[in-house]
Nanobody
Framework: QVQLVESGGGLVQAGGSLRLSCAAS????????MGWFRQAPGKERESIAR????????YYADSVKGRFTISRDNAKNTVYLQMNSLKPEDTAVYYC???????????????WGQGTQVTVSS
């Protein structure tokens, strides 16, 4: 069982930056692939960034590529999402999730955090 707790969301002006953190419980964090997802009001949940168990492979959705960076610190059981050049369309609830599959092509995520709100004002 893995519990995930996101933090770092908030209100920021367009062009600004935020760093989200996702702290995981459990001794097997380093075995999981981790992903960041977001869901805006009235829209489907979107997978925006993924990182494999070691941190050696990453994936980004086109909507965030070049602006967001996912990273992980297995010693701290934490995954991060650095978000730069934020746009109003980045406004959403951001969730982190863990996949037992371990690789970035995993389709199923087994554990989810409660989400953190990111609001970007124009």
């Amino acid at each position: 069982q893995v519990q995930l707790v996101e933090s770092g969301g908030g209100l920021v002006q367009a062009g600004g930056s935020l760093r989200l953190s996702c702290a995981a419980s459990g001794r097997t964090f380093s075995m999981y692939a981790m992903g960041w997802f977001r869901q805006a009001p009235g829209k489907e949940r979107e997978s925006i960034a993924r990182i494999n168990w070691s941190g050696g492979s990453t994936y980004y959705a086109d909507s965030v590529k070049g602006r967001f960076t996912i990273s992980r610190d297995n010693a701290k059981n934490t995954v991060y999402l650095q978000m730069n050049s934020l746009k109003p369309e980045d406004t959403a609830v951001y969730y982190c999730a863990a996949s037992r599959a371990g690789h970035i092509t995993a389709e199923e995520y087994d554990y989810w955090g409660q989400g953190t709100q990111v609001t970007v004002s124009s």
